[in-house]
């Protein structure tokens, strides 16, 4: 068990930084102010090379081993932006900007990357380079495949890639990482149907959309009880249902809105046919039509072996074995590292939290306890798999 005494020295300083950044919240690739912050640190900290702008407004610091550039690149990725949501914590050092929050730790995450990047620009004790990336517009906007896309892996010579996420629930100290998919991936769709619209107390006379569309949510349901292997993951939430205008009215259209959730390639298909499938035959049976917009956002987060092994045994050098689950449960819930694991190899990692809200709530806020678990954790992988 090797938690940094560094870290634990800096904890003061880079909870500093971290509630600095979550009281000036900014939204997917709106980040200006958070990336600039980000790399006026990289750049004190002695990094070789700082660049900004990947991605639109990402940021990548390079930092070479003691022999210099010579080696392979790995790459430490945290994500930048902020949510839209009203924070209710009361904490000191809460958003200042109504209706932004940081409500998933991407605070936390690149402050204990910078912790990590201030030790590592220190110490240098890897054979190789590691490149520290800071992303925008994970939430959405796929800023990863946008840094993807900008070049990011080729120009640095990336041959690697890791990331980490808080997780509330799981003490602090412990991680919780599986090969194979770990998060799933995030489709959603819109359902228009359409019937004929009339007067409520002569529904003969109509074709009602509501009820065609009550019975789509609820044919839906049978993606995953009947259609998908009871062995495979696949969720189908409708979250919207938006229709009508009056008490004696049956409107002319409604229309549903949801998300798809899947592990497989597979599974993602067949679940996009099936529901596509179910919502033009059952709006039919009533006389209705359905037009449906399905589209494909995130894939599949896929944690590749090598990579793993290389997370879970840094974790356990972080914390001691007993404090890694290497085989938890995928979590169903999107993240567009997904693309950087498609472009490399790598694996992603949760992080415990404790005992806080949960992700995405507006009472949520990073636990700066965990702190210097996650730098010594960053630590570790790179020099676990630079090793000289």
């Known amino acids: 068990m090797a938690l940094l005494p560094e870290s634990v020295e800096m904890k003061s300083d880079v909870a500093g930084w971290r ?77 200042r900007t109504p209706g932004k929050m940081h409500a998933c730790g991407h605070d936390g995450h690149m402050a204990m990357l910078l912790g990590a990047a201030r030790h590592l620009a220190a110490t240098r004790k890897f054979a190789g380079s590691v490149a520290v990336i800071f992303q925008p517009a994970e939430e959405g906007g796929a800023g990863g495949l946008a840094m993807v896309q900008d070049g990011m892996m080729d120009r640095f010579g990336i041959e690697r890639v890791f990331g980490m996420h808080n997780l509330p629930g799981l003490p602090v100290g412990q991680f919780a990482i599986k090969p194979g998919p770990i998060t799933a991936s995030t489709d959603e769709f819109a359902i228009t149907v359409t019937g004929r619209g009339g007067h409520a107390a002569m529904p003969h006379l109509a074709i009602d959309p509501i009820v065609a569309g009550s019975a789509i949510v609820t044919a839906l349901q049978t993606i995953a009880s009947r259609n998908g292997n009871p062995l495979d993951s696949v969720v189908c939430s409708v979250t919207k249902f938006n229709g009508g205008f009056a008490h004696n009215v049956i409107p002319e259209t409604i229309t549903l809105a949801g998300t798809v959730r899947t592990l497989t390639p597979a599974m993602r298909d067949l679940a996009e046919n099936r529901l596509k499938a179910i919502a033009a035959g059952i709006a039919a049976s009533f006389g209705a039509t359905a037009d449906v917009n399905y589209q494909r956002s995130y894939p599949v987060t896929v944690n590749h072996p090598l990579e793993t092994t290389i997370a879970g045994d840094s974790a356990a050098f972080t914390s001691g074995e007993e404090n890694v689950d290497r085989a938890v449960d995928p979590m169903m819930g999107g993240e567009d590292f997904a693309y950087m694991l498609e472009a490399r190899p790598g694996a992603f990692i949760f992080i415990g939290n404790g005992d806080s809200a949960s992700l995405h709530h507006p009472a949520y806020d990073f636990n700066d306890d965990v702190i210097p678990y996650g730098i010594s954790y960053w630590v570790h992988v790179a020099e676990r798999a630079l090793a000289a």
């Open 19 to 95: 509630r600095f950044l979550h009281e000036r919240p900014e939204i997917l690739y709106d980040v200006h102010e958070t990336a600039g912050f980000v790399a006026g640190k990289l750049q004190e900290f002695g990094c070789d090379e700082v660049v900004t702008g990947l991605g639109r407004t990402g940021v990548v610091g390079i930092i070479h081993g003691r022999e210099g550039s010579n080696g392979p690149t790995v790459g430490l990725r945290a994500d930048m932006d902020a949510l839209p949501i009203n924070e209710i914590t009361g904490a000191n050092w809460a958003s």
